[in-house]
């Protein structure tokens, strides 16, 4: 079994930035064979939504509507996966959720983490 652990979440004003951090931990077996880790959202009334993912080769994903203003990284040492966001809006406002997907495609969600953005 493997989990995540979410943290950075909060309350910011528009153009401001978060760190969001998400670090896995369990099996040694699952946690070696991570393959993507990544972040999604789900704002309220809405569908949760791909926001960026990065495989542990460093491929990234960005949804169009973060692009240029967030990035994801990740220490494959430390089994960490980051979002810095920045210039942050108004609509960025959701629970943000860690996910990963390792190399039998097994998936794992995190609890969540809430990001408010006030205008």
């Known amino acids: 079994q493997v989990q995540l652990a979410e943290s950075g979440g909060g309350l910011v004003q528009a153009g401001g930035s978060l760190r969001l951090s998400c670090a896995a931990s369990?099996?040694?077996?699952?946690?070696?064979?991570?393959?993507?880790m990544g972040w999604y959202r789900q704002a309220p009334g809405k569908q949760r939504e791909l926001v960026a993912s990065?495989?542990?080769?460093?491929?990234?994903t960005y949804a169009d509507s973060v692009k240029g203003r967030f990035t994801i990284s990740r220490e494959n040492a430390k089994n960490t996966v980051y979002l810095q966001m920045n210039s942050l809006k108004p609509e960025d406002t959701a629970v943000y959720f860690c996910?990963?997907?390792?190399?039998?495609?097994?998936?794992?969600w995190g609890q969540g983490t809430l990001v408010t953005v006030s205008s």
């Open positions: 990065i495989s542990s080769g460093g491929s990234t």
């Open positions: 996910n990963l997907v390792n190399s039998r495609a097994v998936e794992v």
């Open positions: 369990g099996s040694p077996l699952m946690v070696k064979s991570i393959n993507v």
